[in-house]
């Protein structure tokens, strides 16, 4: 099994800051890396997958980067619509495995 | 309009089955694979299993917490993914998602997917 550390669990931001999100495998995933945002209440949509590719429709202002065991999520200017939880999750080998979610919330 | 709609959800007691349905529709079912991943109330996203399409073999994939216990099938003339569960649990009660699974890549023998569309959820308690 891969595991995942996803960090911070909370992130405090506002509108207009960038903010990193990091993901950080057990084990190296080449570049099998998804990267979801959940609203309360919605089910989890893509934004970026192949570690840094953008999903077609997902802001610019969204950005991924890494290879190997260490990944990151950048959104380079926060939008009040970005408020929401973050996963990272791997597709590099079965069990499919999650990070434990980072809240982005409204400092 | 690509479109995932699970159905099926509900209150069942511990130890009994219940099947979940995800009918698609606005894309070619049987040419994707397919997934199942729950939310238990309050926490994170957990991947529950996968099917492939007939084309790589039909073959499918479990968590640990849930194999041998649920199965995964699909039946690509309906365009409908399942999820048949038995023995349920409590710690089963969750949201739960379909999601298709868009192919990236096959090397040396491996076919690596990641999960593109998904669907609203429907809700399973399990409880006496």
């Known amino acids: 099994v891969i595991w995942m550390t996803q960090s911070p669990s909370l992130l405090s931001a506002s509108t207009g800051d960038r903010v990193t999100i990091s993901c950080r495998m057990s084990?190296?995933?080449?570049?099998?890396l998804a990267w979801y945002q959940q609203k309360p209440g919605k089910a989890p949509e893509l934004l970026i997958y192949?570690?840094?590719t953008l999903q077609s429709g997902v802001p610019s202002r969204f950005s991924g980067s890494g290879s190997g065991t260490d990944f990151t999520l950048t959104i380079s200017c926060l939008q009040s619509e970005d408020f929401a939880t973050y996963y990272c999750?791997?597709?590099?080998?079965?069990?499919?495995?999650f990070g434990q979610g980072t809240k982005v919330e409204i400092k | 309009e690509v479109q995932l709609v699970e159905s099926g959800g509900g209150l069942v007691q511990p130890g009994r089955s219940l099947r979940l349905s995800c009918t698609a529709s606005?894309?070619?079912?049987?040419?994707?694979?397919m997934s199942w991943v729950r939310q238990a109330p309050g926490k994170g996203l957990e991947w529950v299993g996968f099917?492939?399409?007939?084309?790589?073999?039909?073959?499918?994939e479990y968590a640990a917490s849930v194999k041998g216990r649920f199965t995964i099938s699909r039946d690509d003339s309906k365009s409908i993914a399942y999820l048949q569960m038995n023995s349920l649990k409590t710690e089963d009660t969750a949201v739960y998602y379909c999601?298709?699974?868009?192919?990236?890549?096959?090397?040396?023998?491996?076919?690596?997917?990641?999960?593109?569309?998904w669907g609203k959820g429907t809700t399973v308690t399990v409880s006496s």
């Open positions: 999601t298709r699974d868009q192919l990236v890549d096959t090397a040396m023998n491996f076919d690596y997917y990641y999960m593109d569309v």
């Open positions: 606005g894309f070619t079912f049987g040419d994707y694979a």
């Open positions: 099917i492939r399409s007939k084309a790589y073999g039909g073959t499918t």
């Open positions: 084990q190296g995933i080449s570049s099998y």
């Open positions: 192949a570690a840094s």
């Open positions: 999750q791997q597709y590099y080998s079965f069990p499919w495995t």
